[in-house]
């Protein structure tokens, strides 16, 4: 429902089945999150439904973590989050 906290802090990669992020605190494996992903110029963020895939310590007491989503992101959506 989106009511948790913004764990995010960078995008590293997306496509259009999942996400690679540095986020603040510890992601458990197997959980599901929500997803808000805005690109410039696009009007309203692309939200998704994705599951924790992995979680390993990064940098400066963060953690990347690789999300795979529940429904693949459109192409359409994709590019709008590339320009």
């Excluded at 309203?44 to 599951?51: D, G, S, Y």
Aim: charged residues 20%; aromatic residues 6%.
């Amino acid at each position: 429902m989106g009511l948790g906290p913004n764990v995010a802090l960078k995008l590293l990669d997306v496509s259009e089945a999942g996400a690679r992020l540095i986020v603040k605190v510890p992601l458990p494996e197997h959980i599901e999150i929500e997803v808000n992903l805005c690109g410039i110029g696009h009007r309203r963020p692309v939200k998704t439904i994705a599951e924790v895939i992995w979680c390993v310590p990064a940098a400066g007491g963060t953690y990347q973590v690789g999300l795979k989503f529940l429904r693949y992101l459109t192409y359409h959506d994709l590019q709008e989050l590339g320009r």
